[in-house]
């Protein structure tokens, strides 16, 4: 099994720019998190969804965040338009089921703004 | 003013000691607990879980105790390798299911 995988492993982009992460759950897992990673903060929830169905966004910054789930076995993180703030590693996770089962993480996309 | 950044608490340990991590919950519904190993540039890696209807539970080299009476969770690694030295998370869903709340770790250095 691969693993949870995301992309790209690095984003350097220009306040103002949009910015697209990507993640690849793994197989046969029906619920998808989006975390983020700051030395402030730790690691927050963004969002998370079951069967491509966000269920709880509350944890999303402002409606500069948008995530989306267009089948089972993608999903993207949108932030447009990004600010030095939104830099931290932002890491997706997956599951396989709902009552407590383990998060599978990716290694993360370390995004910085300038 | 000047930013300040979450102050990990940093535990030492020669290699071969055993290690000792703790970490406090406030949740009492939480019927789930994990620890997780955040190695640098990685993603957090599950390292073992623990049900509420249990108070121990082994896997290798490492064993957690919950002692739900004072909401206290601990991690404890035999033999500690510098393999070992990461940072480590409790998480627990709060409301039940696979949300997951992360505390705010700890760093585990290992010296040779």
């Known amino acids: 099994d691969a693993g949870v995988i995301q992309s790209p492993r690095h984003e350097v982009t220009e306040m103002g720019q949009e910015v697209t992460l990507r993640c690849k759950p793994i197989s046969g897992h029906d619920y998808l998190f989006w975390y983020r990673q700051t030395m402030m903060r730790g690691l927050e929830l963004l969002i998370y969804f079951n069967n491509n169905v966000p269920i709880d966004d509350s944890g999303m910054p402002e409606d500069r965040f948008s995530a989306k789930m267009p089948n089972a076995s993608f999903s993207t993180l949108k932030i447009q338009p990004s600010e030095p703030r939104d830099s931290a590693v932002y890491f997706c996770a997956s599951s396989l089921r709902n009552g407590g089962g383990p998060l599978h993480f990716g290694n993360g996309t370390r995004l910085t703004v300038t | 003013g000047e930013s300040v950044g979450l102050h990990l608490p940093t535990l030492s340990v020669q290699e071969g000691d055993n290690s000792i991590i703790n970490c406090a919950y406030s949740n009492s519904a939480s019927d789930y607990f994990i620890w997780y190993k955040q190695e640098s540039g990685k993603g957090p890696q599950f390292i073992i879980d623990?049900?509420?209807?249990?108070d121990k539970r082994q896997g290798q080299r490492v064993t957690v105790l919950l002692n739900k009476t004072v909401k206290h969770l601990s991690l404890q690694i035999a033999a500690t390798q510098p393999g070992d030295s990461a940072v480590y998370f409790c998480?627990?869903?709060?409301?039940?299911?696979?949300?997951?709340?992360f505390g705010t770790g700890t760093q585990l250095k290992v010296e040779l």
């Open positions: 998480a627990q869903p709060p409301g039940g299911g696979n949300k997951l709340t």
């Open positions: 623990i049900r509420s209807n249990m």
